[in-house]
T-cell receptor, first 114, second 116 residues
Framework: AQSVAQPEDQVNVAEGNPLTVKCTYS??????LFWYVQYPNRGLQFLLK??????LVKGSYGFEAEFNKSQTSFHLKKPSALVSDSALYFC????????????FGAGTRLFVKA | GAVVSQHPSWVICKSGTSVKIECRSL??????MFWYRQFPKQSLMLMAT?????????EQGVEKDKFLINHASLTLSTLTVTSAHPEDSSFYIC????????????FGDGTRLSIL
């Protein structure tokens, strides 16, 4: 069965410091991987995706993510965090082995302190 | 681009009434639309998937007679919660995807439903 794990419920980081939000997955077949961000009382906003090609993917708002096939990970990163980055982040995976149904992780709450 | 509009954003109604939520893709044609339910501090729970002109596919445990989904066009899907009760109170989010599997899903801003 397909699954996505976000091992941290919450990540705290100081403004200006680099941030990492972790994601690991388990699928059959080649994965399509996505990161979304959710602000309070809003829907999810698409940040970036990995389909194929370069393992380092750049997305919106200065975020990037690195696909690591051997570790089945797709961690979200940003070199310098902003207070406005504080939100709920979801990792998602889609693969043929799961009928191409998108599976979302449980979410990681990011707090960036000024 | 890729804007999804969801209305209403907030609904408060009495137990027993039916509530309709609309989801529109404003600048793209959505071959597939999804309806999710999100509980506080939890992830998204997929309720159903619909393709334009076809019957929706409901996830296990979701009552199709309770949650009626219509996807009449490539830009509009509706979710009707019939005879709503307090336990149906939740945050409902629609999502739409253009094209095939490489495309990300785009989300509406959600509807907070409160049944008194």
């Amino acid at each position: 069965a397909q699954s996505v794990a976000q091992p941290e419920d919450q990540v705290n980081v100081a403004e200006g410091n680099p941030l990492t939000v972790k994601c690991t997955y388990s699928v059959s077949g080649n994965p399509y991987l996505f990161w979304y961000v959710q602000y309070p009382n809003r829907g999810l906003q698409f940040l970036l995706k990995y389909i194929t090609g370069d393992n380092l993917v750049k997305g919106s708002y200065g975020f990037e993510a690195e696909f690591n096939k051997s570790q089945t990970s797709f961690h979200l990163k940003k070199p310098s965090a902003l207070v406005s980055d504080s939100a709920l982040y979801f990792c998602a995976v889609r693969a043929g082995g799961g009928g191409f149904k998108t599976i979302f992780g449980a979410g990681t709450r990011l707090f960036v302190k000024a | 681009g890729a804007v999804v509009s969801q209305h209403p954003s907030w609904v408060i109604c009495k137990s027993g009434t039916s509530v309709k939520i609309e989801c529109r893709s404003l600048d793209f044609q959505a071959t597939t639309m999804f309806w999710y339910r999100q509980f506080p501090k939890q992830s998204l729970m997929l309720m159903a998937t619909s393709n334009e002109g076809s019957k929706a596919t409901y996830e296990q445990g979701v009552e199709k007679d309770k949650f009626l989904i219509n996807h009449a066009s490539l830009t509009l899907s509706t979710l009707t919660v019939t005879s709503a009760h307090p336990e149906d109170s939740s945050f409902y989010i629609c999502s739409a995807r253009a094209g095939f599997m490489e495309e990300p899903q785009h989300f509406g801003d959600g509807t907070r439903l409160s049944i008194l």
